[in-house]
């Protein structure tokens, strides 16, 4: 059977999604990872309505491609998916552009089984690692790693479990060797009992890379970017909020997932710990989003460089956030 490509499955997503509502938004893996929490702090703040937009919902997917799907699908008006996932979109045609930034660097631990103790990269070859889904930023975060040990992809074998959850569910069930373990999944899982060895050493030589973007139709860039602004702003200002007040926005988050706030905070402390300013004001860093694509080129996954004037756009973000002239 022929390959099928990016543009090809999206397609053949679309067929099966129903409309959004006009004003819903789209967020990788929402209420299930942290990339929402400053949506949830504006969320429950009341951000949205105070910058001009109503919004009725917010949607989650799985991550890579079907993030984008879900922005396609209806009128939905934005969505933070990953930054591999826009590239790809973007490649084979879809009329979307980069509009935002969404989350820099990594938040997640990657363990093995408690008594597997990979302590070097000699001990990662033939290894199964496991990643959500192709085009993903648990994938594109495998292959950087990696590469900053000079690891060849084909020496190791990738699996696409299908979710985050499902990869740490095939590592405890011997299906797989290595797994990424965000928050609050972390948090989660200890609390429950279980025992993990983490390969710190494993992405400590990856270079600062943008994991999510904020993208939009050209559509709705033009015909409803004070929207779009808006959803911008009220990010911005659930960042703020989080970074200001952590343990309260803790509280926020945590009744937006349907989590314990004490199991939140956790969550939030972990993240915080392993990358301080994980969660982007919603500039555009374009050297974090090369050393993206870098990581992509690598693989294959992307031919370099980058057009960045020609996949995003700086138009609808905040005056101090715009960084054109030091692209």
Not at 79 to 98: D, H, N, Q, Y
Not at 270 to 299: C, D
């Amino acid at each position: 059977m022929a390959h099928r490509t990016f543009a090809a499955t999206v397609l053949a997503g679309l067929v099966s999604i129903c409309p959004a509502a006009a004003s819903e938004i789209v967020v990788t893996h929402w209420s299930a990872l942290l990339y929402g929490a400053p949506y949830a702090v504006a969320q429950e703040k009341g951000y949205f309505q105070e910058e001009g937009v109503k919004l009725d919902g917010i949607l989650s997917s799985k991550g890579g491609g079907t993030s984008v799907r879900n922005l396609m699908a209806g009128e939905t008006l934005f969505a933070e998916v990953a930054l591999p996932a826009a590239l790809a979109a973007i490649k084979e045609g879809f009329p979307i552009k980069i509009i935002s930034g969404g989350t820099e660097g990594s938040a997640s631990f990657w363990v093995s089984r408690e008594n597997d103790k990979f302590e070097k990269p000699a001990d990662l070859k033939g290894k199964r690692f496991a990643f959500s889904r192709p085009k993903s930023v648990s994938e594109s975060g495998v292959l950087a790693a990696l590469k900053s040990h000079n690891i060849p992809p084909d020496q190791v074998k990738m699996v696409a479990a299908g979710d985050i959850g499902a990869g740490i569910t095939a590592l405890e069930h011997n299906q797989v060797d290595v797994a990424t373990l965000p928050e609050p999944i972390y948090s989660t899982k200890t609390k429950q009992g279980m025992r993990y060895h983490k390969m710190n050493w494993f992405s400590e030589k990856v270079p600062p890379s943008t994991q999510t973007v904020g993208v939009a139709t050209l559509e709705n860039i033009q015909k409803r970017d004070a929207e779009l602004r808006a959803v911008i702003r009220a990010r911005q200002r659930g960042v703020d909020f989080i970074y200001a007040n952590p343990e309260e926005a803790s509280k926020l988050i945590a009744k937006a997932y349907n989590m314990s706030p004490e199991l939140m905070l956790s969550a939030m402390k972990g993240t915080m710990e392993l990358a301080p300013k994980w969660w982007s004001r919603g500039e555009l860093n374009y050297s974090n989003m090369n050393n993206a694509a870098e990581g992509l080129a690598s693989v294959d996954l992307l031919k370099l460089p980058v057009d960045w004037k020609a996949v995003a756009t700086e138009s609808l973000l905040p005056a101090d956030l715009r960084k054109e002239a030091g692209r």
